[in-house]
């Protein structure tokens, strides 16, 4: 038994919460990015870089023929303090826990095993779907806001003066898809990591293109392979339609996508007590911090047609003639 009252989870069902809340998101369970443990205040992500070394051979090289050099740089994690907090009245599962409700007056003054894992699993799935979304699509502010907690994987690659843009008026997925490709580096073009980033919904379109040619590409009742030009692809169901993006993706340290998490930094981290002293209801509180970077701005191809497609529709609406057929 595990006893309600001024007591903290911890324990197996606990190590359970934290590891589905902080890998349980796509980019982690996909592969594509690299999650850092225990970071508490901050995590230097390290970036070394050689410049031309090779040159004639010279018999008695001095140290005025030297030729290149390394350059070293940083990028911080440096994760941003949320919580998740909820309260609620244990009367009002005394259906669901009936079987394993104890004796006496105080039916819930100790909550049994079965229904606290009902309690933490339900809690994880939730903190899942939304850690997942602001691993791509968040945004840090300071203030009240709720939505704006961290900065995710798209800020980032967005604000990164050093990534390569790629311009394109084309409107199918494929034509998009060569006009990226034609952009990815020769030096990355090897790399096992290699990926294009998308939403379900653009691949579904690429799908549809591929399938609607003649000659090429499955059938309608099969899926194409989730590949383009013998590069992976990796739908993504947060990332945003109209975005694509070619990079670097792993889980160990080559990876140009990185995470930091610290979800066990402190004694209270998930908190189960009375809200106050006289009432019936209790509060659930869950304390986290997380933030993401791109190692290198370089490694990232662009392909924004975000806009294109939302004048596009801007367009379309209202435009009916008005003439029955």
Known sequence: MINIV???YSG???????????????????????????????????????????QKRKEMPVDSDSKGNFSY?????????????????PRSFEAVWRPFQPKGNL?????????????????????????????INGVYADGTDDTKLFNGIVYRMENDADKTVVTTTES???????ALRKKIPTTMRGNSGLRILMSIEDFDTYDDELSAQQ??????????????????????????TGLLVATICGMDLSTNLWA????????DVIQIDKLTNAGERYFFKMLMKADTQIAFGEEVVWCDCRKAEDEDADSGSGSGSGLGV
Not at 215 to 240: H, M, Q, S, V
Not at 260 to 267: H, I
């Open 73 to 89: 740089s940083e990028r911080t994690l440096e994760p941003k303090n949320f919580m998740a907090f909820t309260t609620f009245n």
């Open 172 to 178: 199918t997925m494929i034509g998009r898809l060569k």
């Open 215 to 240: 000659l090429k590409g499955a059938n309608y009742t099969d899926i194409n392979p989730e590949r383009f030009k013998g590069i992976e692809i990796a739908p993504l169901a947060n990332w945003p």
């Open 12 to 54: 197996e069902v606990l190590e359970r919460l934290l590891t589905l809340a902080a890998t349980g998101n796509e980019l982690v369970e996909k592969g594509l990015i690299h999650v850092e443990p225990d970071v508490a205040d901050s995590f230097s992500i390290p970036r070394l870089k050689g410049s031309t070394m090779l």
């Open 260 to 267: 930091g998490v610290n979800l066990a930094s402190d004694a």
């Open 6 to 8: 001024n007591t903290n």
């Open 107 to 135: 039916v819930f003054a100790e909550l049994p095993p079965e229904a606290q894992n009902a309690l933490l699993a339900e809690l994880a799935k939730q903190v899942k779907f939304e850690l997942g979304d602001h691993f």
